[in-house]
């Protein structure tokens, strides 16, 4: 007689064994969060203000007037929004009104400038809650960009900006 194929055999079934126990533990211990819970209006929130920066950054020209960096790049870094409303990224901010119907959001523009960190407000609709979250997307700049959107970033012909855009966005 194979004693091989007898060891064989029996490491298959508890393998087996060990698998439908796997499955078995993952499938009933699953933690179920209901939608009311805060911390799932949080994450689906994140959610939401990511891809809506995300579909900027990434959409076709066909299918918007211009992509997140375009925006970026066509934005003047000397002037700053203010709570009554004006901005100079209008584009940005009725592309990301279509995005997030319900949500009420601002836009924050992070940049490193002779050496220091830069926070410029692009788009203010408000004051966060306590409940708010953030989106960051990161956009790289040249000069060429710049020039092609008509922007005022001052950016030497080999150098390249990173600029993070933060959407804060919070539900009323």
């Known amino acids: 007689m194979n004693e091989d194929a007898q060891i064989h055999t029996i490491e298959g079934f508890a393998a087996a064994a060990l698998m439908t126990m796997t499955a078995l533990l993952v499938t009933e211990s699953t933690v179920i969060i209901t939608p009311q819970s805060e911390l799932s209006l949080d994450v689906q929130l994140q959610e939401i203000a990511s891809d809506a920066l995300v579909v900027l950054d990434s959409a076709p020209d066909t299918a918007i007037e211009c992509n997140l960096s375009e925006s970026v790049a066509a934005w003047d870094p ?3 929004a ?3 409303g004006s901005n100079n990224l209008e584009v940005l901010d009725s592309e990301l009104e279509e995005l997030l119907p319900s949500l009420v959001y601002n836009v924050d523009l992070a940049y490193v400038e002779n050496g220091e960190l830069t926070v410029r407000h692009a788009i203010i609709h408000g004051t966060p809650t306590e409940d708010s979250v953030v989106a960051r997307r ?8 710049v020039e092609a959107a008509g922007g005022n970033w001052s950016i030497s012909e080999n150098e390249i900006r990173v600029v993070e855009v933060r959407l804060i966005a919070w539900q009323v």
């Open 78 to 80: 000397t002037s700053e």
């Open 82 to 84: 203010t709570p009554d």
């Open 138 to 145: 990161l956009v790289t700049l040249s000069n060429e960009i």
